[in-house]
């Protein structure tokens, strides 16, 4: 069923997607990290906490979170801010880098001489030693979402993700292969909500920032170089 159907149906359920990115982090030198990862920074703090101004605009029941070290932080303080319950998965991890975790991208080519190449010629395939590939991550960060909208129907649920997971929860509404993901930006700190009738899922909002640099007092602020 399409999602004319839905709506030529009259009123209906809904359940509302809010996913972010938690960061930045603390990555001085710029490292590939998945689990545990690494600690938000302090900027990373005051921008995820930023964005309460517009979360609060939306009945968030449960907020969920990879077990890993900013994403778990960053789930705590949502959840300690919104007074709702938190949950930490390791399905909603980043993909794992295996034997590239923890190196930079000059490491991984001194390293592993060719596997850069590797990697881009088979972009959403390819799996660093001991690690995922995109696909493989995809596909356990939709079946993570999936389960977790199914749980909480004709609610509002706050995933805090990461990269990919991000890509892949979007492509549950969105007609978007592993390989096409990088044409959604996912930035840290930012706020996507997608609504879902039943399987059906209608994008609402994409990326969108608070300006934490400056006074809380003047509100949500577009995203850079919006009028």
Known sequence: MGLLAHF???PHKKTTLLLTRAGPV?????????????????EGRSALLALLPLLQGFPVAHVYAADSLAEAE???????????????LPELRERAWGAWEGLSFPEVEARFPGAVTSWTADEAGFAPPGGESVREAWARGRRAVKALLGKHRGQ????????TLNRAALSLALPLPPEEGLRLEQDYARLSVV??????????????????????????QGPPGAS
């Open 26 to 42: 603390e990555n001085p030198r710029h490292v590939l990290y998945s689990h545990p990862g690494l600690p938000l920074s302090p």
């Open 195 to 220: 609504d879902f009738y039943g399987e059906e899922g209608v994008v609402k909002a994409l990326n969108l920032a608070v300006d934490w640099g400056h006074d809380p007092a003047r509100g949500p």
């Open 74 to 88: 960053a789930a705590r303080l949502f959840a300690e801010a919104l007074g709702v319950p938190y949950t930490l």
């Open 156 to 163: 509002a649920l706050l995933v805090v993700g990461n990269c």
């Open 8 to 10: 030529l149906k009259g």
